[in-house]
């Protein structure tokens, strides 16, 4: 049980390391080159991505392979949803359409 614990943690940790990058792109959207990767968000963004792999590579071992291929279309669907109540942006057509074909290609998937 605490495997799909660290699964699903590892699931909303993915979702704020997203929005982290996003953040710090859009305070460094005028600098170039390596001035652009030199923010705290990208920092703590790029070191969230570093633990999720670990703990991605620990839960693998012990659950099954179709669980673990339904956690990252879960992340993706999980990155949608932070950056509409985080980041405030706009839920558009295609992204309820985007969303909604990872969510059903999942679903297919475990049947």
Do not use: D, R
């Not at 614990?5 to 390596?34: D, M, P, R, W, Y």
């Not at 920092?43 to 956690?71: A, C, D, E, S």
């Amino acid at each position: 049980m605490i495997f799909y614990f660290i699964a699903f943690l590892a699931i909303l940790i993915t979702g704020f390391s997203q929005i982290l990058l996003k953040i710090g792109s859009i305070k460094n959207k005028n600098k170039k080159n390596i001035k652009l990767f030199l923010n705290i968000h990208v920092f703590i963004g790029y070191f969230l991505f570093i633990i999720v792999t670990l703990l991605n590579l620990y839960v693998f071992k012990y659950l099954p392979i179709k669980f673990n291929i339904v956690l990252i279309p879960i992340s993706i669907v999980n990155v949608f949803i932070l950056s509409v109540i985080i980041l405030k942006e706009k839920i558009s057509k295609n992204k309820i359409i985007g969303g909604s074909i990872v969510l059903l290609g999942v679903i297919i998937f475990n049947i």
